[in-house]
């Protein structure tokens, strides 16, 4: 059974990898690059479209957090405490 | 050669040779700590099971139909690509450590000194045999499979694995030369390029296979790969930036604690 799993893991590691969102969404892209193409409707813009999209949302996925941190023109991240720290 | 035909050796040549460097770096490293003979054995037994698996794997892969392979492949290739980029605009930007060569090749090293001696009727050292063969056996997979869906897809697995033979005949060649750790390759960059080249070919015949029409056809390679690298690179600058912020605000913010 471990040896079963084990096999399964690695398959869904060498497949699928460490964002299943990127996976899911490329299945996504496909079927409807296909139902469009089905309607006759010119379809060869949608995969780019969906890396666009995919590739940021991948990316802040792996840092956590936001692809930009939210930041208004002309305003820094808030000053942290200084460099030396304080005397004991 | 024309230009999707200089493409994909280009990419081919790539992602194989950043395969033989991660094959080459363990062989070296089981050769090094354990025993030279024991890893040539276990390297000449992998590419044997690496021959068999081409040749019972190539001609049915040649007789499956381009647009279902396309399609497979092509989401194959996608988020392979995808991963590939997202790890490498991740390390240039500094939110992942550079994959280090000679660092890996000390790990593999340290880890392979360690290990008892048992001689076996394959080789003098069982250890330093089953490190090459699983090394050479796994970065190969990658190399066959590389091979075998961009050439069937391009109608021509002869120039991709011409393009996979210098790669890996480069790298060992050079790699044994110095009989160490090809660290002045530069691995990142090539992973970087790798990755943009398997997204690019992915969104291709992804979207070929699905049933869409790309103007110019093959020509249309050649806007995609530039326009892929573009937006990566792009990605990496934003994150950079970003990724300095986060870096200055982890290295103040321990200056914060002493004060009680």
């Known amino acids: 059974m471990n040896k079963l799993r084990a096999f399964g893991a690695f398959w869904y590691d060498f497949v699928i990898g460490d964002d299943w969102v990127v996976a899911a969404g490329v299945v996504i892209g496909l079927a409807a690059t296909y139902g469009l193409h089905k309607a006759g409707v010119p379809a060869w813009w949608l995969l780019p479209v969906l890396l666009v999209v995919l590739l940021p949302l991948s990316l802040s996925r792996a840092i956590s957090g936001p692809l930009l941190p939210p930041r208004t023109r002309g305003q820094r991240s808030s000053p942290a405490s200084p460099r030396t720290p304080p005397a004991s | ?260």
Request: hydrophobic letters at 55%; proline letters at 4%; one cysteine or more.
């Open chain 2, 1 to 260: 050669m024309s230009g999707p035909a200089a493409a994909l050796f280009i990419a081919v040549f790539l992602a194989c040779a950043v395969e033989a460097v991660e094959a080459t770096t363990i062989v070296l490293a089981a050769g090094t700590a354990r025993d030279w003979r024991s890893a040539g054995i276990g390297t000449g037994a992998a590419l044997a099971v690496l021959a068999v698996i081409v040749a019972a794997l190539g001609p049915a892969v040649t007789h499956i139909p381009l647009t279902a392979l396309r399609v497979v492949v092509g989401a194959l290739l996608l988020v392979f690509g995808l991963q590939w980029i997202r790890k490498a605009i991740l390390r240039a930007s500094g939110h992942k450590a550079l994959h280090d060569e000679e660092k890996l090749y000390a790990e593999h090293l340290a880890e392979a000194k360690e290990q008892q001696s048992r001689r076996t009727f394959l080789a003098p050292d069982w250890y330093g045999f089953t490190l090459a063969f699983k090394g050479v056996l796994l970065e190969g997979l990658e190399v066959v499979f590389i091979v075998l869906t961009f050439g069937a897809n391009a109608h021509n697995v002869g120039l991709a694995t011409i393009a996979a033979a210098c790669a890996v005949v480069i790298i060992a060649t050079v790699g044994f030369a110095v009989r160490a750790p090809l660290a002045r390759v530069p691995e990142n960059t090539l992973k970087f390029i790798v990755g943009i080249m398997l997204t690019s070919f992915g969104v291709f015949w992804g979207g070929e296979g699905a049933g869409a029409h790309w103007p110019g056809s093959d020509a249309a390679l050649l806007v995609i790969i530039p326009a892929v690298a573009l937006f990566a690179i792009g990605l990496t600058a934003l994150l950079r930036r970003t990724g300095t912020d986060e870096a200055i605000a982890k290295m103040r913010e321990p200056a914060r604690e002493p004060a009680s």
